[in-house]
């Protein structure tokens, strides 16, 4: 037993010449410095490459673990169901939004209900009135109202 | 460790040289690749039995120390680093590469034509001796594959790059008792593997 034990390890010994010969290594360092410039070079890669890669590693990342990936998948439809839930309710949202729109146009004294409900009354100025004139920078030449650089106003 | 006897000596001039590289100068990158290259070389090549892929590690390990050279704590030598770079990131690569592995042929695992001229360096070899050695050679080959990935570094380690214990410990970052008993079952596994040969020998 004990004989055969040193026989494993004088056959393991002769691994030991098992080289590629001195040519390899010569060349070795070369080699390496030239490895080296490519590994340092950013790497350029088009829209499509990316894509791809993501897929690659998003696929590489999912296939150790399934179930996973399938309640990551259901997660998502969740998700979206719940976003087009919320897209089809009639939205208050949109329509202060629409009050904002035409916020130019309304009388800048008017005043918001502390529990953020829509004002009472909305009150369209004047095109002509004086809250319109003074509410934001506007420069007129002749007849027509027109907006420019103020820098170039004369 | 009984094949570094200088190594004091030489872990000073690791350590200059390590500084010098991040200092940077160019040269003293090269000078510890050029160190170490032969001794890399054989602990991948003996793990992965594949000259390409070992090629391939090489450059990666090299490349991996260089960018992390600031990294390396000088409490423990240089040597020890790079080792557990280079085991650490061959056996990531045998993990990753398992299928393809177990589909690779005797043909895969075996040298090339130019190793097979260094590991037969006798030049007075018979046609039937040559024919012994390769056969031998493959077989070696396909018993250390056959071992785990644990059991087959500790025998690269010490059988065929001739490192202590304490030194193998202290690249696994594990005990050495941890070390000695791979050791022991890895033997046993390598006598049971080359049962036949071992026999034919007596």
């Known amino acids: ?154 | 460790m009984e094949d570094y006897d200088g190594q004091v000596e030489e872990e000073v001039s690791d350590i200059v040289l390590v500084d010098q590289a991040l200092e940077g100068q160019v040269g003293a990158f090269d000078t510890l690749v050029l160190r170490y290259q032969r001794r890399l070389y054989s602990v991948i090549y003996n793990m992965t039995s594949n000259h390409d892929d070992t090629n391939d590690l090489l450059m990666e390990v090299f490349h991996k120390s260089y960018c992390n050279l600031s990294k390396y704590k000088k409490n423990s030598s240089f040597y020890t680093w790079i080792y557990r770079v280079a085991v650490n990131h061959t056996l990531n690569f045998i993990q990753k590469n398992k299928k393809r592995r177990k589909d690779m042929s005797l043909n895969d695992l075996s040298m090339d034509d130019t190793m097979e001229r260094e590991f037969a360096d006798e030049g007075t070899l018979t046609g039937e001796k040559h024919a012994e050695l390769d056969d031998l050679k493959n077989k070696l080959n396909e018993c250390l594959q056959k071992l785990s990935e644990e059991h087959r570094t500790v025998v690269v380690l010490y059988d065929i790059d001739g490192m202590s214990h304490g030194d193998i410990a202290k690249v696994l970052k594990c005990s050495e008792g941890t070390v000695r008993s791979r050791l022991h079952y890895a033997h046993k596994n390598l006598q049971k593997l080359l049962d036949g040969y071992l026999r034919k020998e007596l």
């Not at chain 1, 839930?85 to 005043?111: C, I, K, M, R, W």
């Not at chain 1, 002509?128 to 007129?140: A, I, T």
Request: charged share 25%; net charge negative; aromatic share 12%.
């Open chain 1, 1 to 154: 037993m004990r004989e055969e034990k040193n026989q494993v390890t004088e056959l393991l010994k002769l691994k030991r010449h098992e080289t590629p010969g001195d040519q390899y290594f010569d060349a070795f360092l070369d080699e390496f410095h030239r490895y080296q410039r490519a590994e340092m070079l950013p790497t350029r890669r088009t829209a499509g490459e990316r894509v791809l890669a993501f897929c690659r590693d998003i696929t590489a990342w999912f296939k150790p673990q399934p179930q996973l990936a399938w309640s990551s998948l259901a997660a998502i439809v969740v998700l979206l169901s719940v976003v087009s839930y919320q897209n089809s309710l009639p939205d208050a949202a949109v329509e202060f939004a629409q009050v904002n729109e035409a916020e130019a146009f309304v009388d800048g004294h008017t005043v918001y209900e502390e529990n953020g409900s829509l004002p009472a009354e909305i009150v369209v100025a004047d095109y002509n009135s004086f809250e319109r004139e003074f509410s934001g920078s506007h420069f007129v030449t002749g007849d027509n109202p027109s907006s420019y650089d103020s820098v170039l106003a004369f």
